[in-house]
T-cell receptor, first 113, second 116 residues
Framework: AQKITQTQPGMFVQEKEAVTLDCTYD???????LFWYKQPSSGEMIFLIY??????QNATEGRYSLNFQKARKSANLVISASQLGDSAMYFC??????????FGAGTTVTVRA | EAGVVQSPRYKIIEKKQPVAFWCNPI?????LYWYRQNLGQGPELLIR????????DSQLPKDRFSAERLKGVDSTLKIQPAELGDSAVYLC??????????????FGSGTQLSVL
């Protein structure tokens, strides 16, 4: 069964606007961590933000915020004030107690000037 | 501080030929991962090392793939013989083993393999 689902293969956003990338996950572990990574055309996976399953508040890192809805098992990434350099592939990932990091299929974001 | 270094960046080989990828993790990172990323998909774990021990190689196709991590630092992933379906990006990542769910992985730029 798919552990991480990203339903948006590609998205376009206007520069300076916000964009939300969807991510739903499936786990029966009470303790887990959710990550978002950015992969530009250079290929390197860049860590953006982390949310723990027991964290009471939504994580924020600069222009990135994670909208964590535990009951719905969703962990959407919000990028505010989009910049041209945000154009990349974005991956949602989850780590369960077995330490494996499972990735979704990714969403391509294209920022338009 | 240097990040995770991988080489080569690109590799083109004919099927049935051997190929090897090299990874130098971030200094002090005791955990090393090899992932394979097929086109348009997310990375999938092949093998995980803690120091020089392979603690999870359940997803490594052992008939043709092998890996080693000598002295718990650099690692090499080998395919012999390569098949057309092995064309993918091979990513190396490292981390400091914390035993918690917030352990953050640092990735290299990957090796893009094309098997003709």
């Amino acid at each position: 069964a798919q552990k991480i689902t990203q339903t948006q293969p590609g998205m376009f956003v206007q520069e300076k606007e916000a964009v939300t990338l969807d991510c739903t996950y499936d786990t029966s572990d009470p303790s887990y961590g959710l990550f978002w990574y950015k992969q530009p055309s250079s290929g390197e996976m860049i860590f953006l933000i982390y949310q723990g399953s027991y964290d009471q508040q939504n994580a924020t890192e600069g222009r990135y915020s994670l909208n964590f809805q535990k009951a719905r098992k969703s962990a959407n990434l919000v990028i505010s004030a989009s910049q041209l350099g945000d154009s990349a592939m974005y991956f949602c990932a989850m780590r369960e107690d077995d330490y494996k990091l499972s990735f979704g299929a990714g969403t391509t974001v294209t920022v338009r000037a | 501080e240097a990040g995770v270094v991988q080489s080569p960046r690109y590799k083109i080989i004919e099927k049935k030929q051997p190929v090897a990828f090299w990874c130098n993790p971030i200094s002090g990172h005791n955990t090393l991962y090899w992932y394979r990323q097929n086109l348009g998909q997310g990375p999938e774990l092949l093998i995980r090392y803690e120091n020089e021990e392979a603690v999870d190689d359940s997803q490594l196709p052992k008939d043709r793939f092998s890996a080693e991590r000598l002295k718990g630092v650099d690692s090499t992933l080998k395919i012999q013989p390569a098949e057309l379906g092995d064309s993918a990006v091979y990513l190396c990542a490292s981390s400091v083993r914390q035993g918690t769910t917030n352990e953050k992985l640092f990735f290299g730029s990957g090796t893009q393999l094309s098997v003709l």
